[in-house]
């Protein structure tokens, strides 16, 4: 069964889905745009989690709890750094968003919560890069539910819903 995907705009640290997905550094370090607020939002216990977990290559996620946040859960995603689009870039974040949704599924989690990951600072384009977001969130495992896009721009929404009506 394909999930039901939704392009909202909005505050990623105030969604009450089963889990919410971090675009995370490497070291899963508290960093950054949407990956310092979430770390912001959870309170200081998500730094030492993040710390024993002992970091995670890009294109695979972690999960710990969500301490503060509503959301249960936290699955931390290692997208790609944008450096052409020749290094492997599309394939590393399509295996974020999979990998996410799989450790998800795992965790009991039915609906999640994605930022546009690697599309801040780690400059990914925005328009592939939500096409590769909601190609691979259709193809989620038969678990999720809910695969809300929680877009912090205008730019943003308008780029996933280009994308949905597409795919």
Not at 78 to 102: C, F, H, I, N, T
């Amino acid at each position: 069964m394909t999930p039901r995907l939704e392009a909202v705009p909005g505050d990623i640290t105030a969604e009450a889905t089963d889990a919410v997905i971090n675009a995370a550094n490497p070291q899963l370090a508290r960093g950054a745009g949407v990956c310092g607020a979430i770390f912001a939002a959870a309170g200081p216990e998500l730094d030492a989690a993040c710390a024993a977990l002992g970091g995670a290559p890009t294109g695979d996620a972690k999960v710990t709890p969500g301490f503060g946040l509503r959301a249960r859960w936290i699955v931390h995603a290692v997208g790609p750094v944008w450096r052409g689009g020749d290094q492997g870039e599309p394939e590393l974040l399509a295996s974020a968003y999979r990998r996410s949704l799989a450790v998800a599924a795992e965790i009991g989690a039915t609906s999640v919560a994605f930022p546009a990951i690697s599309t801040g600072i780690y400059g990914y384009p925005l328009e592939p890069a939500t096409r590769i977001a909601v190609a691979t969130c259709r193809a989620a495992p038969p678990e999720i539910e809910l695969v809300r896009c929680v877009c912090f721009d205008d730019a943003t929404l308008a780029a996933y819903e280009r994308a949905m009506a597409v795919n």
